[in-house]
C-alpha cells in the first residue's frame, strides 16, 4: 500500500480548528492551541492553516479532547482532523 513505516504505538494528526459565526476567532483558535500544547508527551507544531501534532496513542486523543473542549468553551465549532500511524506525516 503505502510507502511510509508505520509508527508502532503512535499517531500523527492534523487538526484544523474553525470557529463558527465569530468575529475573534483567532483568540479561540489560540486557545485551542495553547491547551493542545499542554498535552504531555505530544510533539505540536504549527502552520497557518493547520496544526500538526505527534505521539503516543492516548496522548494524541487527549489533545483532540482539549482542542475540542476547549473550542466548545467558547461557541460552536468544526473541528477537521487527519491521523495516522505512518511515521514522517
Known amino acids: 500500500m503505502g510507502s511510509g513505516k508505520r ?16 468575529d ?7 486557545k485551542a492551541i495553547d491547551a493542545l500544547s499542554e498535552v504531555p508527551g505530544l510533539t505540536v507544531e504549527y502552520g497557518p492553516m493547520s496544526t500538526w501534532f505527534t505521539g503516543e496513542e492516548e496522548a ?27 511515521c514522517g506525516l
Open 7 to 22: 509508527c508502532e504505538g503512535k499517531l500523527s494528526c492534523q487538526a484544523s480548528l474553525y470557529p463558527l459565526g465569530v
Open 60 to 86: 494524541v486523543f487527549e489533545g483532540i479532547r482539549a482542542l475540542a473542549r476547549t473550542a466548545g468553551q467558547e461557541g460552536t465549532f468544526t473541528l477537521t482532523l487527519t491521523l495516522s500511524n505512518v
Open 24 to 30: 475573534e476567532y483567532k483568540a479561540i483558535i489560540i
